[in-house]
Nanobody, 125 residues
Framework: VQLQASGGGLVQAGGSLRLSCAAS????????FGWFRQAPGKEREFVAA????????VYSDSVKGRFTISRDKAKSTVYLQMNSLEPEDTAVYYC???????????????????WGQGTLVTVSS
């Protein structure tokens, strides 16, 4: 599976962006897809994840209520809708995929086998 992330850019605080992660290759219901981010000088952190089959989602506390992860099976694409963006959301956002990941491990970066190239999100104050 290859992942292509897109949709990053510059936005003012309070604005919105939608990131896309297009997956090439076969994905099955057991797949999990996640979004992670890494700000300058900080470690990579979990943002949100979704189970490909049932659509179960999980979010980090820092984005819960502001971000929404979804998937379009027909387009083999996972989206991250980001609303009410804050300067603290500035980071490179990465999408990741795993052929089989249990729910409790969706937020763990080492659970994922495939990673996209990252897309930069900059939120100005």
């Amino acid at each position: 599976v290859q992942l292509q992330a897109s949709g990053g850019g510059l936005v003012q605080a309070g604005g919105s962006l939608r990131l896309s992660c297009a997956a090439s290759g076969r994905t099955s219901s057991g797949y999990g897809f996640g979004w992670f981010r890494q700000a300058p000088g900080k470690e990579r952190e979990f943002v949100a994840a979704i189970r490909w089959g049932g659509g179960t989602t999980v979010y980090s506390d820092s984005v819960k209520g502001r971000f929404t992860i979804s998937r379009d099976k027909a387009k083999s694409t996972v989206y991250l809708q980001m609303n009410s963006l804050e300067p603290e959301d500035t980071a490179v956002y990465y999408c990741a995929a795993s052929p089989s990941v249990i729910y409790s491990s969706l937020g763990v970066s080492s659970s994922y086998d495939y990673w996209g190239q990252g897309t930069l999100v900059t939120v100005s104050s």
